[in-house]
């Protein structure tokens, strides 16, 4: 069982930036397909960002690219996702996520293929 811990929401004005980290409770060798979705009051959970652990490929939701940047820590069990030019409608709950898979698919942002999921940070972003 991993258990993934989300850390580093916060508030910020628009055109601002914030770093999210996830941590997944052990170490393994494994490769997994992780990232992240958001969600925001009223909406249905969507993918943001996603990598595969083993070989560094990402993908993105057309409404980040280019602000948003997904990474590995040096360690296969740390997530981050830098979040740039903020807009008011990035404001959302934002899930780490994660599914063993030797890599992401084109079919990346389906939440239903997830097993595991953090508690989620709140990202506020004023205008």
């Known amino acids: 069982q991993v258990q993934l811990v989300e850390s580093g929401g916060g508030s910020v004005q628009a055109g601002g930036s914030l770093r999210l980290s996830c941590t997944a409770s052990?170490?393994?060798?494994?490769?997994?397909?992780m990232g992240w979705f958001r969600q925001a009051p009223g909406k249905e959970r969507e993918g943001v960002a996603v990598?595969?652990?083993?070989?560094?490929?990402?993908y993105y939701a057309d409404s980040v690219k280019g602000r948003f940047t997904i990474s590995q820590g040096h360690i296969k069990n740390t997530l981050y996702l830098q979040l740039n030019s903020l807009k008011p409608e990035d404001t959302a709950m934002y899930y780490c996520?994660?599914?063993?898979?030797?890599?992401?698919?084109?079919?990346?942002?389906?939440?239903?293929?997830?097993?595991?999921w953090g508690q989620g940070t709140q990202v506020t972003v004023s205008s």
């Open positions: 996520a994660a599914r063993l898979a030797p890599y992401c698919s084109v079919g990346w942002y389906d939440r239903t293929a997830y097993n595991y």
């Open positions: 052990t170490y393994t060798s494994l490769n997994y397909c």
């Open positions: 990598i595969s652990t083993g070989g560094g490929t990402t």
